[in-house]
């Protein structure tokens, strides 16, 4: 099956570090990164789930649950995690899900024969409260991934979530978001008291509306 934006995030029952758990339960009213390692005991994977762990107060900040996943065993996870702790000073805050059948893996199109034929590439699925897929982003196994471009793609899903904006190219949180095209220029004059600044017709700039609350209160 080929998973898409917009779509549900399939549901699974799976044996993590933590215990087991079903997936959509573990999300309950969060967001979720369900991400995809190919092996434990391996450098590039080390490095990020070590990076991860020491994030995860702005994972937290952001209303975010991590989980982790590869096809090796919940043993090897546990003995690995020790290892990350000592090498990267953070011990693991989050589950690792053990996909010993790859069952999960398959589902989610994370084994790319072509790559790999048995392990799992580097996927990223974020995945909203109402349970559906928000992102995909997948990395080659030689390149590890950055945290920091998937707290700052969040925080544009959130912000674009709950008002009619999107973020340009390289946004940041507090910096300027345009107005979505479906709104006229009349109905974004209400929805911004401050107005918009137009350097098109179509593209038109506001205040992150979330950096004006901050500032009113
Ligand atoms: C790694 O995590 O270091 C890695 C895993 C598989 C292939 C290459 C690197």
């Known amino acids: 099956m080929t998973l898409r934006l917009g779509d549900t995030a399939p549901d699974f029952k799976a044996e993590t570090t933590e215990g087991p758990i079903s997936f959509h339960d573990y999300i309950s009213d969060s967001w979720a990164i369900l991400f995809s390692h190919p092996k434990d005991f391996t450098p590039v994977c080390t490095t990020e789930l070590g990076l991860a762990a020491q994030m995860k107060p702005e994972f937290d900040a952001r209303n975010v649950k991590l989980i982790a996943l590869s096809v090796d065993s919940i043993e090897d996870h546990k003995g690995w995690a020790l290892d990350i702790a000592e090498v990267q000073g953070c011990a693991l805050n989050f589950p690792i899900i053990s996909d010993a059948d790859k069952s999960i893996s398959e589902k989610y199109g994370m084994i790319h024969p072509n790559e790999n034929e048995t392990l799992t590439v580097r996927t990223v699925f974020v995945v909203g409260p109402d349970k559906q897929i928000k992102l995909m982003i997948t990395y080659p196994m030689a390149t590890g991934r950055n945290f920091d471009e998937i707290l700052r793609v969040i925080d544009s899903l959130q912000l674009t979530a709950e008002h009619k904006v999107a973020t340009p190219a390289g946004?940041?949180?507090?910096?300027?978001?345009?107005?979505?095209?479906?709104?006229?220029?009349?109905?974004?004059?209400?929805m911004f008291s401050e107005g918009f600044r137009a350097e098109k017709p179509y593209l038109r700039f506001v205040q992150d509306p979330r950096n004006k609350k901050a500032q009113a209160a």
């Not at 507090?174 to 209400?190: H, R």
């Open 171 to 190: 946004w940041k949180e507090g910096e300027d978001v345009i107005v979505i095209p479906s709104i006229s220029d009349d109905e974004a004059k209400q």
